[in-house]
């Protein structure tokens, strides 16, 4: 796992180093504590066969971009030249 959090300035004092810490700490605990788990579950339940398509709810934009992507690079690639 790979993670950055981007500030919309540099932390210059104690106070907003606190601040952004804490945050990256949030971040990390909800996707050991969170994520990785549903995900276990998720992955469990796509050997069921129960689904033939996922839909990502509207609070995951980066993963609709990513998916996005990856299918115009496809279609691109097949595209004839």
Avoid: C
């Amino acid at each position: 796992m790979y993670v950055s959090l981007y500030t919309p300035e540099p932390a210059k004092t104690d106070s907003a180093r606190r601040h952004w810490d804490r945050n990256m700490d949030l971040l990390v605990a909800t996707v050991e504590k969170e994520d990785f788990p549903l995900a276990e579950g998720v992955q469990r339940g796509f050997y069921s066969d129960a689904q033939d398509e996922i839909l990502f709810g509207r609070n995951e934009p980066g993963l609709q971009h990513f998916h996005k992507s990856v299918k115009e690079a496809l279609a691109e690639a097949a595209a004839p030249q």
